[in-house]
């Protein structure tokens, strides 16, 4: 996968995260950012990592964003590989 691509993915599962309240603050309180401070970092690659991560870190998170996001279940861990600290078991946190 392209980096570009994996990217991409990212920012759906950003989308995806802030379309659901109770996602989003779980996301905000685990990595410990605010909306301002997400919305001024959402282009960076390692907070998309970062993203990924969150997503990554639950089974129902990943099935629900893949399906919302008409993914396969497994390109979520794929884009994780392609950014910053996401090589396979080093899955670097925000």
Avoid at 3 to 20: C, V, Y
Avoid at 59 to 68: E, I, K, L, N, Y
């Amino acid at each position: 996968m392209k980096r570009d691509r994996a990217e991409t993915i990212a920012l759906l599962a950003l989308a995806h995260i802030a379309g659901d309240e109770t996602l989003l603050h779980e996301f905000m309180r685990e990595s410990g950012m605010d909306a301002t401070t997400l919305q001024q970092a959402a282009g960076d690659p390692a907070v998309l990592g970062g993203v990924l991560d969150f997503i990554l870190g639950d089974d129902s998170r990943v099935t629900a964003f893949a399906a919302a996001a008409g993914l396969k279940p497994e390109e979520p861990m794929r884009a994780r590989f392609e950014l910053p600290g996401g090589t396979p078991g080093d899955q670097g946190a925000l």
